[in-house]
């Protein structure tokens, strides 16, 4: 069993930065492969990085890619977001997810065995 929660959202301005933190619980986090996705009202929660098991590797949607940053510490449990560059359509709320099955994060969201409560973030224009 995995429990994961997210800190770091907030209001942002267009144009400004937010980092995004996920806390896992339990000794086997460097067992997971770690995503974030978000999802707002009325769409379905669509992938938008993802981290291997040991860091080694990363991926990003084309919407983030360039202006984002994911990283994990398997010694503290915890997997950040680094978000620059934010754009008025990146509001929604963000979620931390955790695989056990994979060693490369999968982008669908049927995939993944664990989730937190998610964490809002509200980019103005």
């Known amino acids: 069993q995995v429990q994961l929660l997210e800190s770091g959202g907030g209001l942002v301005q267009a144009g400004g930065s937010l980092r995004l933190s996920c806390t896992a619980s339990?000794?086997?986090?460097?067992?997971?492969?770690m995503a974030w996705f978000r999802q707002t009202p009325g769409k379905e929660r669509e992938f938008v990085a993802g981290?291997?098991?040991?860091?080694?590797?990363?991926y990003y949607a084309d919407f983030v890619k360039g202006r984002s940053t994911i990283s994990r510490d398997n010694a503290k449990n915890t997997m950040s977001l680094q978000m620059n560059s934010l754009k008025p359509e990146d509001t929604a709320v963000y979620y931390c997810?955790?695989?056990?099955?994979?060693?490369?994060?999968?982008?669908?969201?049927?995939?993944?065995?664990?989730w937190g409560q998610g964490t809002q973030v509200t980019v103005s224009s």
């Open positions: 339990g000794r086997t986090f460097n067992n997971y492969a």
């Open positions: 997810a955790a695989v056990r099955a994979f060693a490369a994060p999968p982008s669908t969201r049927e995939r993944y065995d664990y």
């Open positions: 981290i291997t098991r040991s860091g080694g590797s990363t």
